[in-house]
């Protein structure tokens, strides 16, 4: 009766199409080429869609810069389009402060009634945007250009900001900087997340994660992370080196003068730091002569190298200095036109690219009330802007604020008419996120509100007669943005090529190679020794605040969805809410523990938000999160945690949001706030979890140790106090107290699976497994969010987060248990294991798992009466229980994928290995009369990884890129030597240096 | 209710004279007759338990056998199929390829029926074919009511068997002989593992639910 009992709900009606379109069958999924519009990377995606709905999005492995990678925030780009909370149609705001659903007709009108009457009173037209690329960037300079008094200003990250200025700082007018990951032996980055956020991450992290495993001599590359804080970039280093912060331009500084002695280069790098004291500027920086002099040497023996300087080293007045350094030590060891690669074909910014919003909110501000339209696109101001920038008040001067969003954010909240932006799934867009590559994005399915392109809203907005028509004959954006295409690459031809643009996501056969060794400009150094020598570059006493942003919010844009606030910050685990990273020392010394709430008294304001403690932090900072504590935006952000961006205290000199700023307090509160931490611990007790092989013992044969945990002596470190045992000082019998295992448990290599007393299951055909190089895998996330988005995983909250009901399938372990500059051994994705002698399959009373003859450890739902004995049983704790049925917001629920079933409340679940997937790739080798290739199915977790650090194939063919894992020295299977689960998951051991390591300063 | 308290009723006679009979005439001498096996219900001269009609008591009738919906139009398959000729793909043309079999889109229907107004033999244009007429001037799809249902938790792929050389009646039963489409087949999970058992098809679970 059980089966019948699972199908109580009622089918609905069949409902064809009334005219199927051509490309469209039923059931199968139709996929576009486009490129991913959440940052300005310009990575391409391939978007799979199901009877006319974008329900997935893929890396495009044709795409020159993200090669099939995609970061977690790509991936949730369609929770973006089917956010139940975007705006549905233009709104206009009425007398008492509501707003009320207008035509686009009318608002159309009355923003360009609002300009004429502006323009016959002197005033202006401004638009206050993201900086733009490609077509629409030409559009609004021509649109701009021919409506009198109009302009059009761009709003910089403050890194962004940064680096252009510094760039033509260093190398003239026009200059950026490009980097090229795949080249350098030797990294040292200043601040710079470049395996998060920073720059084109998925670029940085597939070249990067290359480099990371030994090459044809045995040989990987060599990271140095210099950072006041242990962010997810410096838990990848070989190195991590906590300065004292503010003190990367004396770092900098040093180091240059060290490598400028040293190979006796003159020049623009030698002026930069001529009468420098080494020992005088490392003086309060935290770091020893002898320690820099290491790294110093170490870039100037590698045969190619790259040094960077980013976020948090580069916020506040010395930033552009500190930037502007980095440069000049790529100058002096010769990586220009090789990893560090310079163009200089770009529109120049001015020295402080935000230079041009700051005049505009005084211009705003001022009596005169200059501005008679604005118009706010792809910025959130009232949100990334500190309080002391006064937005709101400007804005409230400003004559008609025309806000362009997909939500009601907190700056469309204020604005006078508000038009509903459709998505990059909705709308055709271009943009040239480097110099020659060229990203085309076509609609992958209708508009489902009533919203428009930015380009389609302007391209109507200058067919009004109001404006006298600046534009005679462009009839839509996507006219106008084929226009550009066919002036750029000729009309000869341009229908048939179009077509190909557009198939294949744009064009980058042109992409400009930068491979000139540029030498700086004349006067480059002099700004920089200038600008150090007039104000001290010192270590500031007391506590500063550090900023920054994360892997899945970025610094806010991304709070609305579900998955974004659910899926784990990979440093401490927490999910849903802000947090600030207190170091030990500095809690005690504010009488604060983990957990406890507390103010953070800045000069720009004070916020309140929960305590957690670490400590790999310098004791005088305290860190923050961007990205949360949203007043507006939707149901999943609003209320939710707070925004460090807001306190930032706003400099004349450097304006705009600080990453790093200093006279900080921190005083204990009396509210309460739970921080919800996901990791129930940070040590792994010497059972060999994560392991990292040194490339001495590596080189020296095959297996070997791995670098493990020490038993019993190993203890987690601290703690925030809301969860685990270490807080109480327990420890638990470590696992080599029992002496079951059957071979050493934590030699590296291949082993024979031992023999059992029941019979295995033959695997005839295919026997499904997988590698994981932890040398490759970042911690990105990006798996994670790939996996909820393949198999509709439900999001369920945060309380029953703290509760432990998370239902991730996937997820990132990170332990605190190795040396003290390399405090994250490695990063694991831990999944179902698929195991060949799996805990959960014997104790399941209604055979609801089992292992399959493909090697499966598969879950039928439907057989599954929830009793959770496997779950109890399970050696990796990677299966989850439905004790809800959970909802999808409509319209969520449209992303949802229809080969995937959603499970019902009372039903265990857990990774398939994309089952769905493999069921494909059969059929396509089925109708191809042949065995599935290797490659040929890749679940979601591995397609995503920027990494390529998950392989994914049939173990039984002894060729394919599994099986290879599987046989590799540096291969072991977790747990497996304990208990014998014969996982079906080899881990490939993360390779780290040793000669570092003895050389702890 | 009235139903399954009927079912329970019937489910306590019909096992005793199921247990009798088999015991006294062995099941394997039964004869099953020709619908019954067109409808799948016998595999290897056996009943399959799972397929026995009384067992469409306890399940909604949208999953039990016989059940004849009304339809938003009235197609007859007898016509257009044993009548008219029509191939099964003609209208159904995903089955091939697609893990549906995809009811037509009104397009295909019109395509005859721009021309074709009326039964051949009556007078008159047919009622049946101006609702089609209707909707495809008012742009409105036809909503038709799903027959041979299966339950979400499985993933049935129409392509793979018809590949296998399935025929559409080895599930559906002889749809060109009916006016209006009933089910016929159990389409439980006895009735499917019976079949794949036969021909040497997968049994294993996440061949078919994941």
Same mark, same amino acid.
């Given at each position: 009766?059980?089966?019948?009992?699972?199908?109580?709900?009622?089918?609905?009606?069949?409902?064809?199409?009334?005219?199927?379109?051509?490309?469209?069958?039923?059931?199968?999924?139709?996929?576009?080429?486009?490129?991913?519009?959440?940052?300005?990377?310009?990575?391409?995606?391939?978007?799979?869609?199901?009877?006319?709905?974008?329900?997935?999005?893929?890396?495009?492995?044709?795409?020159?810069?993200?090669?099939?990678?995609?970061?977690?925030?790509?991936?949730?780009?369609?929770?973006?389009?089917?956010?139940?909370?975007?705006?549905?149609?233009?709104?206009?705001?009425?007398?008492?402060?509501?707003?009320?659903?207008?035509?686009?007709?009318?608002?159309?009108?009355?923003?360009?009634?609002?300009?004429?009457?502006?323009?016959?009173?002197?005033?202006?037209?401004? %638009?206050?945007?993201?900086?733009?690329?490609?077509?629409?960037?030409?559009?609004?300079?021509?649109?701009?250009?021919?409506?009198?008094?109009?302009?059009?200003?761009?709003?910089?990250?403050?890194?962004?900001?940064?680096?252009?200025?510094?760039?033509?700082?260093?190398?003239?007018?026009?200059?950026?900087?490009?980097?090229?990951?795949?080249?350098?032996?030797?990294?040292?980055?200043?601040?710079?997340?470049?395996?998060?956020?920073?720059?084109?991450?998925?670029?940085?992290?597939? !070249?990067?994660?290359?480099?990371?495993?030994?090459?044809?001599?045995?040989?990987?590359?060599?990271?140095?992370?210099?950072?006041?804080?242990?962010?997810?970039?410096?838990?990848?280093?070989?190195?991590?080196?906590?300065?004292?912060?503010?003190?990367?331009?004396?770092?900098?500084?040093?180091?240059?003068?060290?490598?400028?002695?040293?190979?006796?280069?003159?020049?623009?790098?030698?002026?930069?730091?001529?009468?420098?004291?080494?020992?005088?500027?490392?003086?309060?920086?935290?770091?020893?002569?002898?320690?820099?002099?290491?790294?110093?040497?170490?870039?100037?023996?590698?045969?190619?190298?790259?040094?960077?300087?980013?976020?948090?080293?580069?916020?506040?007045?010395?930033?552009?200095?500190?930037?502007?350094? !980095?440069?000049?030590?790529?100058?002096?060891?010769?990586?220009?036109?090789?990893?560090?690669?310079?163009?200089?074909?770009?529109?120049?910014?001015?020295?402080?690219?935000?230079?041009?919003?700051?005049?505009?909110?005084?211009?705003?501000?001022?009596?005169?009330?200059?501005?008679?339209?604005? %118009?706010?696109?792809?910025?959130?101001?009232?949100?990334?802007?500190?309080?002391?920038?006064?937005?709101?008040?400007?804005?409230?001067?400003?004559?008609?604020?025309?806000?362009?969003?997909?939500?009601?954010?907190?700056?469309?909240?204020? !604005?006078?008419?508000?038009?509903?932006?459709?998505?990059?799934?909705?709308?055709?867009?271009?943009?040239?996120?480097?110099?020659?590559?060229?990203?085309?994005?076509?609609?992958?399915?209708?508009?489902?509100?009533?919203?428009?392109?930015?380009?389609?809203?302007?391209?109507?907005?200058?067919?009004?007669?109001?404006?006298?028509?600046?534009?005679?004959?462009?009839?839509?954006?996507?006219?106008?943005?084929?226009?550009?295409?066919?002036?750029?690459?000729?009309?000869?031809?341009?229908?048939?090529?179009?077509?190909?643009?557009?198939?294949?996501?744009?064009?980058?056969?042109?992409?400009?190679?930068?491979?000139?060794?540029?030498?700086?400009?004349?006067?480059?150094?002099?700004?920089?020794?200038?600008?150090?020598?007039?104000?001290?570059?010192?270590?500031?006493?007391?506590?500063?605040?550090?900023?920054?942003?994360?892997?899945?919010?970025?610094?806010? !844009?991304?709070?609305?969805?579900?998955?974004?606030?659910?899926?784990?910050?990979?440093?401490?685990?927490?999910?849903?809410?802000?947090?600030?990273?207190?170091?030990?020392?500095?809690?005690?010394?504010?009488?604060?523990?983990?957990?406890?709430?507390?103010?953070?008294?800045?000069?720009?304001?004070?916020?309140?938000?929960?305590?957690?403690?670490?400590?790999?932090?310098?004791?005088?900072?305290?860190?923050?999160?961007?990205?949360?504590?949203?007043?507006?935006?939707?149901?999943?952000?609003?209320?939710?945690?707070?925004?460090?961006?807001?306190?930032?205290?706003?400099?004349?000199?450097?304006?705009?949001?600080?990453?790093?700023?200093?006279?900080?307090?921190?005083?204990?509160?009396?509210?309460?706030?739970?921080?919800?931490?996901?990791?129930?611990?940070?040590?792994?007790?010497?059972?060999?979890?994560?392991?990292?092989?040194?490339?001495?013992?590596?080189?020296?044969?095959?297996?070997?140790?791995?670098?493990?945990?020490?038993?019993?002596?190993?203890?987690?470190?601290?703690?925030?106090?809301?969860?685990?045992?270490?807080?109480?000082?327990?420890?638990?019998?470590?696992?080599?107290? %029992?002496?079951?295992?059957?071979?050493?448990?934590?030699?590296?290599?291949?082993?024979?699976?031992?023999?059992?007393?029941?019979?295995?299951?033959?695997?005839?055909?295919?026997?499904?497994?997988?590698?994981?190089?932890?040398?490759?895998?970042?911690?990105?996330?990006?798996?994670?969010?790939?996996?909820?988005?393949?198999?509709?995983?439900?999001?369920?909250?945060?309380?029953?987060?703290?509760?432990?009901?998370?239902?991730?399938?996937?997820?990132?372990?990170?332990?605190?248990?190795?040396?003290?500059?390399?405090?994250?051994?490695?990063?694991?994705?831990?999944?179902?294991?698929?195991?060949?002698?799996?805990?959960?399959?014997?104790?399941?009373?209604?055979?609801?798992?089992?292992?399959?003859?493909?090697?499966?450890?598969?879950?039928?739902?439907?057989?599954?009466?929830?009793?959770?004995?496997?779950?109890?049983?399970?050696?990796?704790?990677?299966?989850?229980?439905?004790?809800?049925?959970?909802?999808?917001?409509?319209?969520?629920?449209?992303?949802?994928?229809?080969?995937?079933?959603?499970?019902?409340?009372?039903?265990?679940?857990?990774?398939?290995?994309?089952?769905?997937?493999?069921?494909?790739?059969?059929?396509?080798?089925?109708?191809?009369?042949?065995?599935?290739?290797?490659?040929?199915?890749?679940?979601?977790?591995?397609?995503?990884?920027?990494?390529?650090?998950?392989?994914?194939?049939?173990?039984?063919?002894?060729?394919?890129?599994?099986?290879?894992?599987?046989?590799?020295?540096?291969?072991?299977?977790?747990?497996?030597?304990?208990?014998?689960?014969?996982?079906?998951?080899?881990?490939?051991?993360?390779?780290?240096?040793?000669?570092?390591?003895?050389?702890?300063? | 209710?009235?139903?399954?308290?009927?079912?329970?009723?019937?489910?306590?006679?019909?096992?005793?004279?199921?247990?009798?009979?088999?015991?006294?005439?062995?099941?394997?001498?039964?004869?099953?007759?020709?619908?019954?096996?067109?409808?799948?219900?016998?595999?290897?001269?056996?009943?399959?338990?799972?397929?026995?009609?009384?067992?469409?008591?306890?399940?909604?009738?949208?999953?039990?056998?016989?059940?004849?919906?009304?339809?938003?139009?009235?197609?007859?398959?007898?016509?257009?199929?044993?009548?008219?000729?029509?191939?099964?793909?003609?209208?159904?043309?995903?089955?091939?390829?697609?893990?549906?079999?995809?009811?037509?889109?009104?397009?295909?229907?019109?395509?005859?029926?721009?021309?074709?107004?009326?039964?051949?033999?009556?007078?008159?244009?047919?009622?049946?074919?101006?609702?089609?007429?209707?909707?495809?001037?008012?742009?409105?799809?036809?909503?038709?009511?799903?027959?041979?249902?299966?339950?979400?938790?499985?993933?049935?792929?129409?392509?793979?068997?018809?590949?296998?050389?399935?025929?559409?009646?080895?599930?559906?039963?002889?749809?060109?002989?009916?006016?209006?489409?009933?089910?016929?087949?159990?389409?439980?999970?006895?009735?499917?593992?019976?079949?794949?058992?036969?021909?040497?098809?997968?049994?294993?679970?996440?061949?078919?639910?994941?």
């Amino acid at each position: 009766m059980a089966a019948a009992g699972c199908a109580q709900e009622l089918p609905e009606k069949i409902i064809p199409y009334v005219v199927q379109p051509d490309e469209v069958v039923p059931g199968v999924a139709t996929w576009y080429a486009g490129s991913c519009g959440e940052c300005s990377s310009g990575c391409g995606v391939l978007v799979r869609t199901r009877e006319g709905r974008a329900v997935k999005v893929e890396g495009n492995p044709a795409h020159p810069i993200s090669r099939g990678g995609l970061c977690s925030i790509g991936q949730s780009a369609v929770q973006g389009l089917y956010d139940p909370d975007r705006i549905r149609e233009p709104l206009r705001r009425e007398v008492g402060g509501t707003f009320k659903p207008v035509s686009w007709k009318e608002a159309l009108e009355a923003i360009a009634e609002a300009m004429a009457a502006g323009g016959a009173a002197g005033k202006e037209t401004v %638009f206050l945007t993201n900086p733009l690329s490609g077509s629409v960037r030409k559009l609004v300079d021509e649109f701009t250009s021919k409506v009198p008094k109009a302009s059009h200003v761009e709003y910089y990250s403050p890194d962004e900001a940064v680096q252009h200025a510094a760039a033509e700082q260093v190398f003239g007018p026009g200059a950026k900087v490009y980097y090229d990951f795949s080249l350098p032996k030797m990294i040292v980055s200043f601040g710079a997340g470049f395996l998060e956020t920073w720059g084109s991450p998925v670029e940085y992290t597939k !070249a990067y994660a290359a480099g990371r495993i030994p090459d044809a001599e045995g040989k990987v590359s060599r990271f140095v992370h210099v950072e006041p804080r242990l962010s997810l970039t410096a838990a990848n280093a070989d190195y991590w080196v906590c300065n004292a912060p503010g003190t990367e331009p004396a770092i900098l500084q040093a180091l240059l003068k060290l490598i400028v002695d040293a190979k006796g280069v003159g020049g623009e790098p030698a002026q930069a730091v001529r009468g420098v004291v080494v020992a005088k500027a490392l003086a309060e920086s935290g770091v020893s002569e002898a320690k820099l002099r290491e790294i110093a040497e170490q870039l100037m023996k590698a045969r190619n190298s790259v040094v960077l300087a980013g976020g948090a080293a580069v916020s506040g007045a010395h930033g552009t200095v500190a930037a502007s350094l !980095a440069l000049l030590i790529n100058v002096a060891l010769r990586n220009i036109g090789t990893s560090v690669l310079v163009d200089r074909g770009q529109r120049t910014v001015p020295a402080n690219a935000n230079e041009p919003v700051q005049a505009l909110l005084k211009r705003m501000g001022s009596d005169a009330q200059p501005v008679g339209v604005l %118009f706010i696109s792809g910025v959130n101001p009232q949100f990334v802007l500190p309080r002391q920038a006064g937005f709101a008040s400007a804005l409230g001067k400003a004559g008609l604020v025309v806000s362009m969003a997909t939500n009601l954010d907190e700056t469309a909240r204020l !604005a006078n008419i508000v038009l509903p932006l459709s998505t990059n799934f909705e709308a055709w867009n271009d943009s040239e996120p480097q110099p020659g590559v060229f990203n085309l994005n076509q609609p992958s399915m209708q508009p489902l509100y009533r919203t428009q392109s930015f380009g389609d809203t302007i391209v109507q907005l200058a067919a009004s007669e109001k404006i006298n028509k600046p534009f005679e004959d462009i009839v839509s954006f996507e006219d106008y943005l084929k226009r550009t295409w066919r002036e750029r690459t000729g009309a000869a031809g341009f229908d048939s090529r179009w077509l190909r643009y557009v198939e294949a996501g744009g064009e980058w056969s042109s992409r400009k190679r930068l491979d000139d060794a540029l030498q700086p400009r004349s006067g480059a150094a002099a700004v920089v020794s200038t600008a150090l020598q007039s104000t001290s570059a010192k270590a500031v006493a007391g506590l500063h605040l550090l900023a920054f942003p994360t892997v899945h919010l970025g610094d806010g !844009a991304y709070a609305n969805r579900p998955w974004m606030q659910e899926i784990p910050d990979p440093m401490t685990t927490a999910v849903w809410g802000s947090w600030v990273e207190v170091h030990p020392d500095a809690a005690r010394a504010a009488g604060v523990q983990g957990g406890d709430v507390v103010k953070i008294v800045t000069q720009g304001g004070a916020i309140e938000t929960p305590v957690y403690i670490n400590q790999h932090l310098h004791p005088q900072v305290v860190a923050m999160p961007l990205g949360q504590g949203h007043e507006a935006l939707g149901r999943y952000a609003a209320g939710v945690g707070v925004n460090p961006y807001a306190v930032a205290p706003l400099s004349e000199s450097a304006w705009g949001p600080q990453l790093l700023f200093g006279s900080v307090d921190l005083v204990r509160s009396i509210s309460k706030e739970e921080l919800v931490i996901l990791q129930g611990h940070d040590s792994q007790k010497g059972r060999g979890i994560t392991r990292t092989v040194a490339t001495a013992a590596l080189a020296a044969g095959a297996g070997g140790h791995g670098d493990h945990g020490h038993g019993k002596g190993d203890h987690g470190h601290g703690k925030n106090g809301a969860h685990g045992a270490d807080a109480h000082g327990h420890e638990g019998p470590s696992l080599e107290d %029992f002496h079951l295992q059957h071979h050493d448990p934590l030699a590296l290599g291949p082993h024979p699976e031992p023999k059992q007393m029941y019979r295995q299951m033959p695997h005839v055909e295919y026997r499904w497994g997988m590698s994981i190089d932890l040398a490759k895998c970042t911690g990105c996330s990006a798996c994670v969010t790939a996996c909820y988005a393949e198999n509709n995983v439900p999001v369920v909250g945060k309380d029953l987060c703290s509760e432990g009901r998370e239902m991730s399938w996937i997820r990132i372990e990170r332990y605190f248990d190795g040396p003290e500059h390399r405090p994250v051994k490695a990063f694991q994705p831990m999944l179902c294991q698929h195991c060949g002698n799996a805990p959960c399959e014997p104790v399941c009373p209604v055979y609801a798992t089992y292992h399959s003859d493909e090697g499966l450890n598969t879950m039928v739902y439907n057989r599954c009466v929830g009793t959770r004995y496997c779950s109890n049983n399970c050696s990796y704790k990677v299966r989850r229980f439905n004790w809800f049925d959970y909802e999808w917001a409509q319209p969520l629920n449209w992303q949802l994928n229809p080969d995937v079933n959603v499970r019902g409340v009372g039903v265990m679940e857990k990774c398939t290995f994309c089952i769905q997937r493999i069921r494909e790739g059969q059929q396509v080798a089925k109708d191809a009369g042949r065995p599935v290739q290797d490659g040929e199915v890749v679940p979601a977790c591995a397609a995503t990884c920027p990494a390529d650090a998950i392989v994914f194939g049939n173990l039984n063919d002894l060729n394919s890129g599994a099986a290879e894992g599987h046989r590799s020295p540096r291969s072991y299977k977790v747990l497996d030597a304990h208990i014998n689960t014969q996982p079906a998951i080899a881990y490939l051991a993360k390779v780290v240096h040793e000669d570092g390591e003895a050389k702890v300063s | 209710m009235k139903r399954f308290l009927l079912g329970i009723g019937l489910l306590g006679v019909s096992l005793t004279v199921a247990i009798l009979t088999a015991r006294a005439v062995g099941i394997a001498a039964e004869e099953p007759s020709q619908e019954e096996l067109e409808a799948g219900l016998w595999r290897d001269g056996k009943a399959v338990f799972s397929d026995w009609k009384l067992l469409d008591l306890f399940i909604p009738e949208q999953y039990a056998r016989g059940y004849r919906p009304e339809q938003p139009v009235h197609y007859s398959h007898r016509l257009h199929v044993e009548q008219l000729k029509i191939e099964c793909q003609y209208c159904h043309s995903g089955v091939n390829k697609s893990s549906y079999a995809t009811v037509p889109s009104l397009e295909t229907c019109m395509g005859c029926h721009k021309v074709v107004k009326q039964v051949t033999g009556a007078t008159g244009e047919s009622p049946e074919i101006k609702k089609l007429q209707e909707a495809w001037d008012a742009g409105k799809p036809i909503e038709w009511v799903p027959v041979n249902n299966l339950p979400e938790h499985v993933q049935f792929n129409h392509q793979r068997h018809v590949k296998a050389g399935v025929g559409c009646q080895n599930c559906h039963g002889q749809v060109q002989k009916m006016e209006v489409v009933e089910r016929v087949s159990s389409l439980k999970m006895g009735f499917c593992v019976s079949c794949h058992r036969e021909n040497g098809a997968s049994i294993d679970c996440g061949v078919c639910h994941y």
